[in-house]
């Protein structure tokens, strides 16, 4: 049977992809809607065929309590209200699958896995391009040394950005600028591809003077993460820099390439081998497939036969974890540790 989703926020990311994604899922179905725009959410009901009765309003999202033909919210409203409404959700006995990043703050994230694990319910961080295939590729390249030891990874997300009214920069909504919105996917991508965990991290952060798109958040991080193995990764991240979403790893014996590696489609995975004094480049065609419909499927799996997400809640403490210290490096000017907790997510 298909696994049945509510979708909770009917913005740019649930109407563009994720519920025209669902419609091509194999394991997971929309059955219903969740907004405060009656006319948006009945035109939306219309075209996917929702019934009357499967719309709800923010005031009465906690009545699918009572609805069996829901199994998972999907949380896709601005980062502060995640918290809130992934708690309301698990009280509603229903799983979760929450949008990046995570929530506001590592505390917050805390909270949303002890109401999920209180509740008996399953619960996943929206982490798409852990189930890309040319990023997992990858990954599987790097775990088995193809291209010798990684040395150093350079990631880059950047893009430009033109609303100062959108609650992207308002930081009581979106918790932070550049770094949780799309620095985050250079930070969750370098330790997914490595299978470590940065122990210290120093960092750089900045804004223009005067840019009505930076009152309140920030518009550039850039920064250092430093791995057990040896391994540095410069990352770096700005809202006002045109469109560039890339990481490279270099290693002894070659490199990998990955550009528009977080974008919604169109990777291109190149590498490079050492060969004498020679290299050999090569491009990997791997197959497109639609990532959130991957993600969505494999958290539908999860539920049909009881295993943990890929990237469950822990996943995205991990990363909040890390990002605060990203931000306390850069006000204080020197690197801050990341010390390994228990309840966090951590490879190696
Ligand atoms: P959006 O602004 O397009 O949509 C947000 C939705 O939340 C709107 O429908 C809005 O009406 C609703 N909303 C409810 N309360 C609100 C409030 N107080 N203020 C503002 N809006 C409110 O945003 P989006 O781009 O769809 O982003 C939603 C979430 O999805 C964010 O957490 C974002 O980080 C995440 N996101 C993830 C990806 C990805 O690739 N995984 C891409 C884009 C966005």
């Given at each position: 049977?298909?696994?049945?989703?509510?979708?909770?926020?009917?913005?740019?990311?649930?109407?563009?992809?994720?519920?025209?994604?669902?419609?091509?899922?194999?394991?997971?179905?929309?059955?219903?809607?969740?907004?405060?725009?009656?006319?948006?959410?009945?035109?939306?009901?219309?075209?996917?065929?929702?019934?009357?009765?499967?719309?709800?309003?923010?005031?009465?999202?906690?009545?699918?309590?009572?609805?069996?033909?829901?199994?998972?919210?999907?949380?896709?409203?601005?980062?502060?209200?995640?918290?809130?409404?992934?708690?309301?959700?698990?009280?509603?006995?229903?799983?979760?699958?929450?949008?990046?990043?995570?929530?506001?703050?590592?505390?917050?994230?805390?909270?949303?896995?002890?109401?999920?694990?209180?509740?008996?319910?399953?619960?996943?961080?929206?982490?798409?391009?852990?189930?890309?295939?040319?990023?997992?590729?990858?990954?599987?390249?790097?775990?088995?040394?193809?291209?010798?030891?990684?040395?150093?990874?350079?990631?880059?997300?950047?893009?430009?950005?033109?609303?100062?009214?959108?609650?992207?920069?308002?930081?009581?909504?979106?918790?932070?600028?550049?770094?949780?919105?799309?620095?985050?996917?250079?930070?969750?991508?370098?330790?997914?591809?490595?299978?470590?965990?940065?122990?210290?991290?120093?960092?750089?952060?900045?804004?223009?003077?005067?840019?009505?798109?930076?009152?309140?958040?920030?518009?550039?991080?850039?920064?250092?993460?430093?791995?057990?193995?040896?391994?540095?990764?410069?990352?770096?991240?700005?809202?006002?820099?045109?469109?560039?979403?890339?990481?490279?790893?270099?290693?002894d014996r070659g490199w990998l390439n990955m550009d528009k590696?977080?974008?919604?489609?169109?990777?291109?995975?190149?590498?490079?081998?050492?060969?004498?004094?020679?290299?050999?480049?090569?491009?990997?065609?791997?197959?497109?497939?639609?990532?959130?419909?991957?993600?969505?499927?494999?958290?539908?799996?999860?539920?049909?036969?009881?295993?943990?997400?890929?990237?469950?809640?822990?996943?995205?403490?991990?990363?909040?974890?890390?990002?605060?210290?990203?931000?306390?490096?850069?006000?204080?000017?020197?690197?801050?540790?990341?010390?390994?907790?228990?309840?966090?997510?951590?490879?190696?």
């Open positions: 049977r298909r696994v049945r989703y509510a979708v909770v926020g009917l913005g740019h990311l649930a109407l563009e992809e994720i519920i025209p994604a669902l419609f091509a899922c194999k394991k997971s179905k929309l059955t219903a809607l969740v907004s405060d725009s009656p006319e948006k959410m009945q035109k939306v009901a219309r075209q996917y065929g929702i019934k009357a009765e499967n719309c709800y309003t923010y005031q009465t999202y906690d009545k699918l309590k009572d609805n069996m033909e829901v199994d998972v919210i999907y949380i896709v409203l601005p980062n502060s209200l995640h918290k809130e409404y992934v708690i309301r959700g698990a009280k509603a006995g229903k799983h979760i699958l929450c949008e990046k990043p995570m929530a506001i703050s590592a505390k917050e994230c805390e909270e949303m896995i002890a109401a999920c694990n209180k509740a008996n319910v399953k619960l996943m961080v929206a982490y798409r391009i852990q189930y890309q295939p040319h990023n997992r590729k990858l990954r599987d390249l790097v775990k088995d040394k193809t291209f010798g030891v990684p040395k150093f990874v350079e990631a880059c997300n950047s893009q430009s950005s033109a609303n100062p009214a959108h609650w992207r920069h308002k930081i009581a909504l979106a918790g932070g600028g550049a770094l949780p919105d799309i620095g985050l996917y250079c930070l969750n991508t370098t330790r997914f591809i490595l299978g470590e965990e940065p122990t210290e991290v120093f960092a750089y952060q900045y804004s223009t003077p005067g840019n009505p798109l930076f009152t309140e958040v920030e518009e550039l991080v850039s920064w250092q993460m430093r791995f057990p193995s040896g391994v540095i990764a410069n990352c770096s991240t700005d809202y006002n820099v045109h469109e560039s979403r890339r990481y490279r790893v270099m290693c590696a977080y974008a919604y489609k169109g990777q291109k995975l190149t590498t490079a081998k050492a060969d004498g004094k020679m290299e050999k480049q090569e491009e990997i065609g791997l197959a497109e497939i639609n990532q959130f419909g991957a993600e969505m499927d494999h958290f539908s799996e999860c539920i049909l036969k009881n295993k943990r997400p890929f990237t469950p809640g822990e996943e995205g403490l991990q990363d909040h974890i890390i990002m605060e210290a990203i931000y306390k490096s850069a006000k204080e000017g020197k690197p801050a540790k990341i010390v390994k907790r228990a309840d966090a997510n951590t490879h190696g």
